[in-house]
Nanobody
Framework: QVQLVESGGGLVQAGDSLRLSCAAS????????MGWFRQTPRKEREFVAA????????YYADSVKGRLTISRDNAKNTVYLQMNTLKPEDTAIYYC???????????????WGQGTQVTVSS
């Protein structure tokens, strides 16, 4: 089992920045890719970004390219999501996820965190 705990969410104004963190514990060696997803009450959970823990290759949804950056610190078993120039439409619960294999943009991840709320006011 892998446990994932997100942190760093909050209430910010449009144009501000936030950095989300996802700390992994447990059988972390079984995971080779991690991703960030987000969900609102009106939309299904959607892919935001993913990263290969081995190569560092990154993948992004078109809607966040150039504003959000995913990174990892393997020594700390932590993945980050740097969020810049935030917009009200970025408001959502952000979930961290982990899987074995290559990063994917679908929900096919083995482990999920509980989520952290990001609210962007206009």
């Amino acid at each position: 089992q892998v446990q994932l705990v997100e942190s760093g969410g909050g209430l910010v104004q449009a144009g501000d920045s936030l950095r989300l963190s996802c700390a992994a514990s447990g059988r972390t060696f079984s995971s080779s890719a991690m991703g960030w997803f987000r969900q609102t009450p009106r939309k299904e959970r959607e892919f935001v970004a993913a990263i290969s823990l081995f190569s560092g290759s990154t993948y992004y949804a078109d809607s966040v390219k150039g504003r959000l950056t995913i990174s990892r610190d393997n020594a700390k078993n932590t993945v980050y999501l740097q969020m810049n120039t935030l917009k009200p439409e970025d408001t959502a619960i952000y979930y961290c996820a982990a899987r074995s294999g290559t990063p994917v943009t679908t929900n096919e991840y083995d482990y999920w965190g509980q989520g952290t709320q990001v609210t962007v006011s206009s």
